[in-house]
């Protein structure tokens, strides 16, 4: 009997040195790239639209982290709550308001403009302006930060569409299929601009 409370309490040491270990309280070792797409721990994914945006930061669902090209510092100073604020006084200013020139100061002051997500809504907004080349130059280089963020694919499809490049917009429509299946919103809402007539206005 006493043997057997002496495998008690060394068995209970074990446990607790095995909870309090730092891989096992970091949540050990998921996540990478298999696949890639949005950052399952970036709060600003999946922040907007091109359709109806919705004013809040959800994450989307099922999806793998990808870090390619962010600095060592940037994911903590991106959780900083004085960027929040800023961007979503910007996403307010794009949505909201559509005042475009400001929101693209705001996005700029905010010091993260190779983070793939504000990048993505500078292009967003120099598009929305007619500034084209400018917008090519933002969601390419939103792309060159995360080469999956499905969201860029998107709004870079519908800049492909305003220029004329049909064959560009498809092949946009393929790298988001690759990157989140044909059922996500960002899937849906570049092949309905796609069904439309050549020469139809988009309200993107």
Known sequence: MFS??????????FAAALLSSPAFAAGGGGGGGGGGSISSTDPY?????????????????????????????????????AFAAGYRAAYDTIYERNDYAAAI???????????????????????????YEQSKVWYERALQA????????????????????????LYHLGRIASICGTDCEEYRSLAAALDKPTGTALVY
Do not use: C, F
């Not at 922040?47 to 962010?70: H, N, V």
């Not at 010091?111 to 292009?123: C, E, F, R, S, T």
């Open 4 to 13: 057997g409370m002496i495998r008690l309490v060394a068995l209970g040491t």
């Open 45 to 81: 994914a999946g922040a907007y639209s091109d359709q109806k945006p919705q004013p809040t930061y959800p994450k989307r669902p099922g999806t793998k982290a990808t870090q390619k090209g962010k600095k060592p510092g940037n994911q903590s100073s991106i959780g900083d709550p």
């Open 105 to 131: 100061a705001q996005l700029k002051s905010l010091g993260h403009d190779d983070h793939p997500n504000v990048a993505n809504l500078i292009g967003y907004s120099y598009r929305k302006l007619g500034d």
């Open 146 to 169: 995360d080469p999956n963020h499905v969201l860029t694919w998107q709004y870079y499809g519908l800049w492909q569409l305003e220029r004329g490049n049909r064959e560009q917009a």
